[in-house]
C-alpha cells in the first residue's frame, strides 16, 4: 500500500492529515454527546470544512481511494 502510494504522489503525513479531518467531524459529535465538550478533535467545524474545501479533487480522489483500502483492511481485522 506504501509503495502504491508513493507511487501516486502521496505523502504519508499529508493522508495522515486526510484520515484526521476525514474523522474530525464525527469524534466532535461525539466528544459533545458525551462530555459536553466543544471541537472534540481538535478541529473546529469551520476548519474541518475549509481543508476539504482547499484540498485538490484530483488529491482527494486518491485520498478517497487509500481510505477506504483503510476501512477495508481495519473491517477485516475487527472481524478476525
Do not use: C, W
Not at 459533545?32 to 481543508?51: H, L, R
Request: a negative charge; charged letters at 40%.
Amino acid at each position: 500500500l506504501l509503495n502504491d502510494m508513493t507511487a501516486d504522489g502521496i505523502g504519508i503525513q499529508d493522508f495522515g492529515e486526510y484520515l484526521y479531518m476525514r474523522h474530525a467531524t464525527e469524534r466532535n459529535k461525539h466528544i459533545k454527546e458525551n462530555y459536553e465538550k466543544e471541537n472534540g478533535s481538535g478541529k473546529t467545524e469551520e476548519q474541518i470544512k475549509k481543508y476539504f474545501e482547499d484540498l485538490d479533487p484530483s488529491q482527494k480522489e486518491l485520498f478517497d481511494k487509500y481510505g477506504e483500502i483503510i476501512d477495508d483492511d481495519i473491517v477485516q481485522i475487527m472481524r478476525e
